[in-house]
DNA sequence: CACCTTGAGTTCCAAAAGGGAACTTTGCTA
DNA sequence: TAGCAAAGTTCCCTTTTGGAACTCAAGGTG
């Protein structure tokens, strides 16, 4: 399989991954939901090249999970901001940092903690279930063929 | 950055990602939850390559998300089995369906749905607080600093 | 017994992606 | 006039993939 055809296949986790399955474009939203926003500060914190992040950031606006903006005119500046579809992948990073917080945090313990604004506590992320607002773990899921599933064969 | 060095970051989403940062092993990860176990039919259903496959199945292995096991003896063949560690991935592969579910589909709708043993229903996942089990969104967290922060400059 | 099949890898080579560093562009500042 | 800053591009060389063929061990088949 080449990359250029994931983004094609009936598949919610390869459509995902044809936009955010690199490992430098992971990084950058990371930085976005910091509130990082140019260019030259993407660079700085992330020690990536200049061309892979200019490669990078040009593949995120064409999804729609970033925009350009204009931040002054002369000379004329970009940076660049999470969209309503970008901001949608918090919970992808806070899954993310979470298994890396159980299961990779060093000695010292973890990097960051995360607050609930709405209850003022620190907290995990649980993912639960969106009709009776249960946990939900692996064992307790069964995956059904929906409608955009491939005819015959089971692929996910 | 090299790749080398990701896992020694302070950061739990680069600690994450030097585990599962890359498009194949996500999608292994995908059929594992789907009860792939055994190398060919990673192989037939993904369309990996073997020596790609066998690499990224080796570091799984290495980093403790997958086990390999006989399951027969003579021949000698294994399969590969997610951990405790692995299946702790659940929540990541369903924040990255959900993703893909909502911004992602195609005309025909949803490839698979998902429902809850508990309660019986079709659901959503909804990413909540340990705490007080409401819904937390990008604007619902606060970021502080852990113990385990760098010391001077701010990095998450 | 000679040969074919299966599962799980490994090896080889050409093509693509990534890392590093220097160069470009536009306008501002000393 | 020179220097600087932000945001990219270009060039070159190294590393990682994709694709296909080869290996190995143990059965099964005629």
């Given at each position: 399989?080449?990359?250029?055809?994931?983004?094609?296949?009936?598949?919610?986790?390869?459509?995902?991954?044809s936009?955010?399955?690199?490992?430098?474009?992971?990084?950058v939203?990371?930085?976005?939901?910091?509130?990082?926003?140019?260019?030259?500060?993407?660079?700085?914190?992330?020690?990536?090249?200049?061309?892979?992040?200019?490669?990078r950031?040009?593949?995120?606006?064409?999804?729609?999970?970033?925009?350009?903006?204009?931040?002054?005119?002369r000379?004329?500046?970009?940076?660049?901001?999470?969209?309503?579809?970008?901001?949608?992948?918090?919970?992808?990073?806070?899954?993310?940092?979470?298994?890396?917080?159980?299961?990779?945090?060093?000695?010292?313990?973890?990097?960051?903690?995360?607050?609930?604004?709405?209850?003022?506590?620190?907290f995990?992320?649980?993912?639960?279930?969106?009709?009776?607002?249960?946990?939900?773990?692996?064992?307790?899921?069964?995956?059904?063929?929906?409608?955009?599933?491939?005819?015959?064969?089971?692929?996910?």
């Open positions: 399989m080449r990359w250029d055809r994931l983004g094609r296949e009936a598949c919610s986790v390869a459509r995902t991954l936009v955010i399955g690199d490992r430098w474009t992971l990084l939203l990371r930085e976005a939901f910091l509130r990082v926003r140019r260019f030259e500060e993407f660079e700085r914190r992330l020690g990536i090249t200049r061309h892979i992040l200019a490669g950031l040009k593949q995120l606006v064409s999804e729609g999970v970033m925009v350009r903006i204009p931040y002054q005119v000379p004329k500046r970009y940076e660049y901001r999470l969209t309503p579809k970008g901001l949608d992948l918090h919970m992808v990073l806070m899954a993310i940092v979470h298994w890396g917080d159980l299961h990779m945090a060093g000695a010292r313990g973890r990097p960051k903690l995360f607050k609930h604004r709405a209850c003022g506590h620190l995990d992320p649980v993912l639960s279930c969106s009709v009776c607002r249960g946990t939900v773990t692996a064992r307790d899921v069964r995956v059904l063929d929906g409608p955009g599933a491939p005819e015959a064969a089971s692929e996910s």
